[in-house]
């Protein structure tokens, strides 16, 4: 089974492209508007120019109402391949400074990631496998973050999976996060959740007595977020094959110093919004 | 609590918003009803109508949603359907034949309030992590009551299958997997496996994968474990149904349970006259 330190750093690889300082600018620069309209229509134009409603069931932990804020809006002011040339472009610039860092052999990782993503099973994976339809970059850095990127959503998929047989929808599963300190306060903003809601996400945890009265997590609560998290990890590992599974383990070195270098870099920080954490 | 918290949806609710959906990728002129929009094959009408929901999907995100099927069978008409037909073409021609044979069973008077019915239910649907049903829901409603009526089964259709797909997956069941559970338990058609484009080779590592767990014998028969877990997995598909919809959605599909089961009585009548 791929450890934990494998999937946080390629996390860490896949989100440079929401922590770029510039990458608000690189999607206005399209014509699309605000940081938030340009999150959704580069991490969905994998699908297409899906509607809001694939975007709401895809990301999963998302108000609908902050979706449908910019979708299917942007699908008018840029169309769907310059989304994906600009995403991949400031991905490349973002990484750039950690595959010159010493140490890293960007071409190994690159290409031993990418043969992990072919073998997946994609049965019940729809993030990652539109991600894995795109077509492989031809160079180094570029088909690092392809494959960090397919790779992530797969996970994501899996955890979305876990997650919706648990019954936790997504304003659940944010108020769990933060109240395990795996993400900020903010994160009620940063996911489009009024007061409201957010309320009632924190009585459902608390109806499971995964918090107490004043919000904090109770011993079950973190035991539930940490089952959580390993059967997200058991999902992941039944649909992948002993050949993909060898090649996670075996990277993980190399891996690890790019994920190094990106966060000395100062592109990616913790907490943040992922809720995942430092690898 | 509230008093919808005791309350369960019939399980002929789901079983008829079943039968009122498949019967279009099951009835003999699905076969050939797609060639005259230029899909070539009753294979690509069906993968081509049944994602065209979704846009002009990759053969991935088919593979994605659909769960259960050989990946090299859904790349032997995806994304060629694509180049043959628009989506919006295949889903018009869809909904006609949907609408075509639901006819011959219900009326539109009988269907107004059905879909009146299964709109209170689709408005209550919580689509995070429910693609496929996302993807219908995101069509907008036609006009007319018997395809309105068919749309929203649809979609409520396609939430239980999504519902279904994450429980399998949660469980560690491929497509694979679940295929050959689903002959052993007698649940499907005994030639599944090639329905499905599973080679010998893939079919028997399944049947493996299910002996380690104790769910198959020796000689590939259903265990007494095994069948107590398809049948408990059909009842948690529902409850994971249940949990995601609001009061009102389970309270308008208790409402409308005995007359939408007469209506796919009705049409179940259409194929095997009494």
Known sequence: MPTTKFWRSVEVLHDVVYFAPDAKARYEALGLKGYWMGYFASRSAPMGTPPPEMVIATFHGFAPRMVQRALPDAWSLASRDDILTARLDLARDTLAPATEAEGADTARVARELAAIVSGFNLAGKPLAAAHAALERPTDDTGLLWWAASAIREYRGDCHIAVLTAAGLDGVSANTLAVAAGLTAVEQRNMRGWTEDEWAAGYAQLASRGWVDADGTITESGRSARQQIEDATDRVCAAGMDREATGRAITVEEGLRTLARAVLKSGVVSFPNPTATQHP | ??????????????????????????????????????????????????????????????????????????????????SFATPEAVLASRLELATGVLGKAVTAEQAAPLADALEKVVGGLDLAGKPLAAAHASLSLPPDDL??????????????????????????????????LNVAAGRTFPNQQSLRGWSDEEWAAGKERLRERGWLDGAGQLTESGTAFRNELEDRTDQVCEAWMTDEAIAAAVDVTEDIRAAARALRTLFSPA
């Open chain 2, 147 to 180: 395809e309105r009526f068919w749309l929203l089964d649809a979609v409520v259709r396609e939430y239980r299958g999504d519902c279904h797909i994450a429980l399998l997956l949660a469980e560690g069941l491929n497509g694979v997997d679940a295929n050959v």
């Open chain 2, 1 to 82: 609590m509230s008093q919808t918290d005791a309350m369960k949806i019939p399980t002929p609710f789901w079983r008829s918003v079943e039968a009122l959906n498949n019967f279009v990728y099951l009835v003999p002129e699905a076969a050939t009803h797609y060639k005259a929009i230029g899909l070539k094959g009753s294979w690509m009408g069906y993968f081509a109508s049944r994602s065209a929901p979704l846009g002009a999907a990759s053969p991935e995100l088919v593979i994605a949603t659909f769960h259960g099927f050989a990946p090299h069978l859904v790349h032997r008409a995806i994304p060629d359907a694509w």
